[in-house]
């Protein structure tokens, strides 16, 4: 039988950073990942590999280079059983490999509704994290002509575009009245409505899917509004769960939507346990909520901060709470979403201020690629702290996400935006005097005023 001192079960991001971060502040200590497949995804580029990448083979993480290279044992294997008193791992191969210290990141499987009529017959797909699957959608719409995406989050939006790129009849539809109805507000997700109409893509907002009907193969699909489309394939792009199925019958503790409970160092309430990625327990770090939120970009912060802690905690280094950072994009057109939308904060009872500036993303805005810019800023009414931000603009969005995001983890107030000192260049960024991060911010700030001056 096989020892190690850490065994990660799970191969996609967050068990590769976690081996790597791991390796760098333990190097004393043995690593093995086991992995349920020898190519691994990059989950975020899944739907690009039906229209800008045009294969999965341009879509893989290199997960064996990354292992050989930190000295982490690498092993493709499924594991089966978890003996926490033993601390033993059992394999499908028959393979038992003894821990002192294990990371579950099993990851998370698409939803497929059960309430779903005519979800088992030919031509309706799941997006999993599976190449071979992946292959197989690619394959099986080789002849098809009508697609029906069900789920306008951002797989179905940026999916919806891709399959429209590569030739086929897309109708992207969503149960809630907005798509990315949960990451933007209204005014924001009406404008990415508008540009996927623009290029191409039929989108319903307001109604969901009700059932597919076919002789054994998809023909039509019923909307909840009694609409009948014809269409030879759909893609249901309604969500995830995690797979914690193993840490459940290992008797690891799981919440009651059933991921992982896990603490700030993510440690499960099992000793020696840990887990990272979309399989372990979320909390908002606004809200302190439980959330569903499954991000690639969360799932490495984790990762990291599970590694710190394997075998000393770090205090300082704790994870907070899920900022849900989000982005993508339609051609050149940037979006990205930060932390809570106006919406959310009203049905958590947060009284808001809000800043909205436009602008563009050149000085001066006729230099080629100047692209235009609004920027939307959250804060806390009474304290300025700034708790959620959306942007659209160019490729620059993801990046201005971003600073929103560490805006709002390090708890930054309006006053702290306003003094930001900041690097700008013609083709690069916008205006000193016009950057859209600060003067959203002069407007909540001004708000601000005219609220103590009453």
Not at 148 to 173: C, P, R
Request: net charge neutral.
């Amino acid at each position: 039988m096989k020892s190690t001192d850490v065994l990660i079960i799970g191969g996609s991001a967050a068990g590769m950073v976690a081996a790597v971060t791991g390796r760098a502040h333990w190097p004393e200590k043995s690593f093995i990942l086991v992995k349920k497949q020898k190519d691994v995804m990059v989950p975020c580029g899944i739907p690009y590999i039906f229209g800008t990448l045009g294969s999965s083979e341009k879509n893989l993480m290199p997960v064996d280079t990354m292992m050989e290279k930190n000295g982490v044992e690498s092993i493709v294997d499924e594991a089966t059983a978890i003996d926490t008193q033993k601390k033993i791992v059992t394999f499908a191969s028959g393979e038992q490999i003894a821990y002192q210290k294990l990371l579950v990141a099993t990851g998370s499987t698409p939803i497929k509704p059960k309430w779903l009529g005519g979800a088992d017959l030919e031509n309706v797909f799941v997006v999993p994290k599976d190449r071979q699957y992946l292959d197989g959608i690619k394959d099986k719409l080789g002849s098809v002509k009508n697609i029906a995406v069900i789920g306008a989050g951002f797989i179905g939006v940026e999916l919806s575009d891709e399959l429209k790129k590569h030739g086929y009849n897309v109708t992207l539809i969503e149960k809630l009245p907005h798509i990315l109805n949960l990451a933007f507000d209204a005014e924001f997700a009406e404008k990415i409505h508008a540009m996927l109409t623009e290029r191409g893509v039929n989108v319903i907002a307001g109604t969901g899917i009700k059932r597919v009907l076919g002789n054994g193969k998809v023909e039509e699909i019923e909307l909840e509004n009694g609409q009948i489309l014809s269409m030879d394939a759909v893609v249901l792009s309604m969500g995830y769960k995690p797979n914690s199925e193993l840490a459940k019958s290992s008797g690891i503790q799981v919440d009651e939507d059933n991921f992982i409970a896990v603490d700030e160092y993510m440690r499960s309430h099992t000793p020696d346990v840990f887990a990272i990625g979309d399989c372990a327990q979320k909390r908002d770090f606004v809200t302190r909520r439980r959330v569903p939120t499954m991000l690639a970009s969360t799932a490495c912060a984790e990762a990291r901060i599970a590694g710190m802690n394997l075998f000393n905690l770090h205090v300082v280094k704790t994870f907070s709470g899920t900022i849900a950072i989000y982005s993508t994009a339609l051609n050149s057109t940037g979006f990205g979403t930060a932390g809570l939308t106006e919406q959310r904060a009203s049905e958590e009872g947060i009284d808001t201020l809000v800043g909205v500036f436009e602008g563009v993303n050149r000085h001066p805005g006729n230099l080629p690629g100047a692209h235009k810019q609004i920027v939307k800023l959250i804060a806390a009414k009474n304290s300025g702290v700034i708790i959620g931000g959306e942007v659209i603009g160019g490729t620059e969005a993801g990046e201005l996400t971003n600073v929103i995001g560490l805006a709002i983890q390090n708890r930054m107030s309006v006053n702290s935006l306003l003094t930001m000192q900041i690097g700008t260049h013609p083709c690069l960024t916008a205006s000193p005097a016009a950057y859209p991060l600060i003067k959203a911010a002069e407007q909540i700030s001004n708000k601000m005023l005219k609220l103590m001056k009453s």
